[in-house]
């Protein structure tokens, strides 16, 4: 049996804009501004995943990779080995379940799975059907909620060590 080749999807082409903005980026990979703006003009035209993308590369957001259940919603743990035996590998399910920080590393873990079983975790109906699985991608954004300030207090009687003192936020 031959295998297929996946079908190059084809790009639309940039804007103006869009390609000037690209190009700024490519030219200052570390300039933070030029990814944020770029992942605003993004946002705009209705592309939440390539904007997430950016502002993951700037530092101001993170974007994790989950594989949930669209049956109940449930999140895969990922693979465990068993407690009993060391040998049995177990696929757990839960509200939080287990994160991906590259796209890759879960691509890499759906593969070692043997796809062409027609089940994720498991054989026959002791798995999940692969059309029952998706792909979640999570972005969390660095918001800065409030600065505290430090304070140290006098050496203590305890071996002369100086107490901190973390302020509480007022308002």
Same mark, same amino acid.
Do not use: C
């Given at each position: 049996?031959?295998?297929?080749?996946?079908?190059?999807?084809?790009?639309?082409?940039?804007?103006?804009?869009?390609?000037?903005?690209?190009?700024?980026?490519?030219?200052?990979?570390?300039?933070?501004?030029?990814?944020?703006?770029?992942?605003?003009?993004?946002?705009?035209?209705?592309?939440?995943?390539?904007?997430?993308?950016?502002?993951?590369?700037?530092?101001?957001?993170?974007?994790?990779?989950?594989?949930?259940?669209?049956?109940?919603?449930?999140?895969?743990?990922?693979?465990?080995?068993?407690?009993?035996?060391?040998?049995?590998?177990?696929?757990?399910?839960?509200?939080?379940?287990?994160?991906?920080?590259?796209?890759?590393?879960?691509?890499?873990?759906?593969?070692?799975?043997?796809?062409?079983?027609?089940?994720?975790?498991?054989?026959?109906?002791?798995?999940? *059907?692969?059309?029952?699985?998706?792909?979640?991608?999570?972005?969390?954004?660095?918001?800065?909620?409030?600065?505290? *300030?430090?304070?140290?207090?006098?050496?203590?009687?305890?071996?002369?060590?100086?107490?901190?003192?973390?302020?509480?936020?007022?308002?």
């Amino acid at each position: 049996m031959a295998k297929r080749k996946a079908k190059a999807r084809a790009a639309a082409p940039m804007s103006p804009d869009e390609a000037g903005l690209v190009a700024f980026v490519q030219a200052n990979p570390d300039d933070t501004t030029a990814r944020a703006a770029l992942a605003d003009w993004l946002d705009e035209h209705d592309r939440p995943l390539d904007a997430a993308k950016q502002r993951d590369a700037a530092g101001l957001s993170e974007v994790y990779y989950k594989l949930r259940r669209k049956s109940d919603g449930l999140f895969s743990e990922g693979r465990e080995q068993s407690r009993g035996t060391g040998i049995d590998i177990v696929y757990r399910w839960s509200t939080k379940g287990k994160s991906w920080r590259r796209l890759e590393d879960l691509r890499a873990h759906l593969a070692a799975l043997r796809p062409w079983n027609r089940t994720y975790g498991g054989r026959g109906k002791a798995g999940t *059907p692969w059309t029952d699985l998706e792909v979640v991608v999570v972005e969390v954004r660095a918001v800065v909620l409030a600065h505290l *300030p430090i304070a140290f207090g006098k050496p203590g009687q305890d071996r002369g060590t100086k107490s901190i003192v973390i302020g509480e936020p007022t308002g």
